[in-house]
């Protein structure tokens, strides 16, 4: 008869925190980064056309 094996059993689940960090860094790559680099990328372009 065939026993079942236990898959991974000695694996370490991930814990709240670890979710929770990942959800922050989510949340502020787009939230944060993402409009910081867009004003940037504008202003840059801006600054470069008025001198031009």
Do not use: C
């Not at 094996?5 to 670890?18: C, F, G």
């Not at 922050?24 to 790559?29: M, P, T, V």
């Not at 867009?38 to 008025?50: I, K, N, Q, V, Y």
């Amino acid at each position: 008869m065939a026993t079942l094996k236990a898959n991974n059993s000695n694996r370490k689940l991930p814990d709240a925190s670890d979710a929770m960090a990942s959800y922050i860094a989510l949340w502020r790559s787009s939230a944060v980064d993402l409009p910081l680099a867009l004003m940037s990328e504008s202003l840059r372009f801006m600054g470069h056309r008025l001198q031009a």
